[in-house]
């Protein structure tokens, strides 16, 4: 239906529903000329008369009798659709689907779910952990949660965490026979936990930076794994050397369970975002889950 033929059908439909060319003009306004030659172009257009028009009154004709109800059907699913849409700002609804790395599902997104699904009744809610960093729009995701420095330029980006910074750690129990790290090239005379990106792939290369001076190194250890929580349990079962973000380990080092060296060597970066393709209008749905991750950071 093109702009006009709406246009048409609504001004028809207000002369029916008000019985007066007057007052359906005002109610539309419009003038009652205006409203005239809108409802010769219809009756010209379908090749029938509409209306019986007389000085004092105007009535539909047989013909403009069945179009009447049959556009009162159709304007009534539209506005009907409309009022869903705008109950949905109040009550969202329907299905969202959230991309997130382990790290950040287990610090934002564990944390909500029962008090989001108690929140919103509605949302049908899908997260799916993922650390190989899959293309959230070819994935047909609404949104994910990775660190800032890996996302790409063309996202929204929702700031959640403030900037991290990384943690070399080991056990007491480790480090009971030998000399603590002073510098990051001490590390090879070490047992370190190697950890390997999800998917197969590289094994990461530690990075370490002070001052203007920056280096990357490969450690050596004969464990390698692909899960964080994995890597802390065996940093506190003695296993050997663990680099991880700070606030990972943080409880276990306040415990004592924990001891962190080289601090001052370990780079910060930015932190966690929430991100979404760039949209004129935020689903409620997703407009909902970020005002709550927002409101149970804080």
Request: hydrophobic share 45%; aromatic share 10%.
């Amino acid at each position: 239906m093109r702009g006009s033929e709406f246009t048409e059908f609504k001004a028809f439909s207000a002369i029916v529903e008000e019985g007066s060319f007057v007052r359906a003009a005002a109610r539309l306004r419009v003038s009652p000329p205006a409203l005239s030659q809108t409802i010769r172009q219809l009756e010209a257009r379908v090749g029938v008369r509409l209306l019986n028009r007389t000085t004092r009154s105007v009535s539909p004709t047989a013909a403009g009798e069945t179009l009447f109800s049959r556009l009162a059907v159709v304007f009534g699913e539209l506005e009907g659709a409309v009022a869903e849409l705008q109950a949905g700002r109040d009550r969202p609804a329907g299905a969202l689907r959230i991309n997130v790395s382990r790290v950040a599902a287990m610090r934002f997104v564990a944390p909500i779910l029962g008090d989001f699904q108690r929140a919103y009744p509605d949302i049908a809610l899908t997260v799916i952990i993922d650390d190989v960093l899959t293309d959230i729009v070819e994935g047909r995701f609404d949104a994910g949660i990775r660190l800032g420095e890996r996302l790409e330029q063309d996202m929204v980006a929702v700031k959640l965490s403030d900037e991290l910074q990384m943690a070399a750690v080991a056990a007491p129990a480790y480090l009971k026979d030998r000399a603590i790290p002073r510098q990051p090239q001490d590390l090879h005379q070490h047992r370190c936990i190697n950890f390997q990106w999800p998917g197969g792939g590289d094994i990461y290369r530690w990075e370490f930076s002070r001052g203007k001076r920056s280096l990357e190194i490969a450690v050596k250890g004969s464990l390698i794994v692909n899960d964080t929580e994995l890597l802390l349990n065996a940093a506190l079962d003695g296993a050997g050397v663990a680099y991880m973000i700070d606030y990972q380990v943080q409880p276990w080092i306040e415990q004592g369970r924990l001891v962190r060296f080289l601090e001052a060597w370990s780079p910060r970066f930015p932190g966690f975002y929430l991100y979404h393709p760039s949209r004129r209008h935020v689903p409620p749905a997703l407009r909902a889950f970020i005002d709550f991750v927002l409101k149970k950071r804080e």
